[in-house]
């Protein structure tokens, strides 16, 4: 594996370059051109300038989180071939631009989902956190009101005001969209953008729906091992493969985490390896990463993904809010830092225990 952090971009992240080349062990970012809207095409240009600003602090691009899909895609509207046609232009220029991991995910309306974007624990720390009794009470279209008051001035993935501010128009849209539908469209999609994923060898990391289970109603179909296998399986090639994310596929307590690591061999491009601390099974909220800090045992994850000889990008994920630091709610630099180092020292010592026991 390679141990790399998340980077929003110079002007959208509190996070310099330099400050996570600091980080012992972490030698790529995953980051993205944070101010192009889904479905709009990436100029080579601009992909070239943002690999010249990474490299240039040491570090390199070791993937792109997210190029994300327009709602079109999603909802197979009249328009999705223009956006596809888009989107295999972007991974075209990816390619020349020597990136070969691209995470997107496949989420109606919302992305990721949080009730609280500071909630306060026990060592004055913030975290974000879920309970589906906030959500059952809250109107949809009251929901980005609800966290963009919270984001620390920041704006955070997925919740762009400009989607947002449409959010009504979206959930009419989807209206016919079932689990069925957003199966075939996601087929589509994929069976259009392999040949190019191909030609350059990028491999296609779809990200879980975060929760794992239908929000408002709407569909949500990355949520178990069952359904990802599925979705490889419809489109049957090593490119279209898996951000294993264990905080999102994690949600869900009957998710088996090692085990969906283990039956997902040779198709996990990209990890996102974090931690929650379930208070009940509706109501969790998002620890520190290490194991005895929440509910996951983190040294069966990273075990898990060691035995399958998984060699992609692997991240710390959202982190607490501690020292005082003001930053994008989950991404702060300090706690993932402090994962980014656990992971690697549970990595070292899984490696070396192995090492020595042949
Ligand atoms: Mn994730």
Redesign the pocket.
């Known amino acids: 594996m390679e141990m790399t952090f998340r980077w929003f971009g110079e002007g959208f992240d509190t996070v310099t370059l330099k400050q996570i080349r600091q980080i012992p062990g972490v030698t790529g970012v995953i980051t993205t051109l944070y101010d192009t809207m889904p479905g709009e095409l990436w100029e080579r240009n601009r992909i070239k300038a943002l690999k010249e600003t990474v490299e240039a602090s040491g570090l390199h691009i070791s993937g792109i989180e997210s190029v994300n899909i327009h709602d079109s895609i999603k909802i197979g509207d009249k328009d999705r071939d223009m956006y596809i046609d888009n989107y295999i232009k972007t991974l075209e220029n990816l390619g020349e631009e020597g990136i070969r991991m691209v995470c997107y995910n496949f989420m109606p309306v919302f992305d ?1 989902t949080r009730t609280e974007l500071a909630r306060l624990r026990p060592d004055g720390s913030t975290v974000m956190a879920y309970t589906q009794e906030a959500v059952d009470a809250i109107d949809p279209e009251k929901m980005f009101e609800s966290i963009a008051g919270d984001m620390n001035g920041t704006v955070m993935p997925g919740w762009e005001p400009e989607r947002m501010a449409k959010v009504k128009e979206l959930f009419q849209m989807y209206r016919d969209v079932d689990d069925e539908k957003l199966f075939a469209n996601l087929k589509y999609f994929l069976e259009r953008i392999m040949p190019v994923c191909n030609k350059y060898d990028i491999k296609m990391a779809i ?2 729906d ?1 929760p794992a289970w239908s929000v408002f109603g709407l569909p949500r179909i990355i949520i178990n091992q069952e359904n990802i296998h599925r979705m490889m399986d419809m489109v049957d090639d090593v490119h279209n493969g898996v ?1 294993f ?1 264990s ?2 596929y994690g949600t869900n307590l009957e998710n088996d985490l090692p085990g969906m690591i283990r039956s997902l061999k040779g198709r996990i491009h990209f990890a ?1 390896v ?1 931690n929650l601390k379930f208070n009940s099974p509706t109501d969790f909220e998002e620890s520190a990463h290490l194991s005895s800090d929440g509910t996951f045992d983190m040294y069966e994850i990273m075990k898990a993904l060691y035995d399958i000889g998984f060699d992609g990008p692997i991240r710390p ?2 982190g607490r809010m501690i020292w005082d630091e003001k930053a994008m709610p989950g991404y702060g630099l300090y706690d993932r830092a402090l994962g980014a180092a656990y992971l690697n020292g549970l990595w070292e010592a899984i490696d070396k225990s192995h090492k020595r026991a042949v």
Do not use: F, V
Request: aromatic letters at 8%; one cysteine or more.
């Open positions: 990721w990200h879980p975060d951000t994310c905080g999102s996102h974090r994920d959202h």
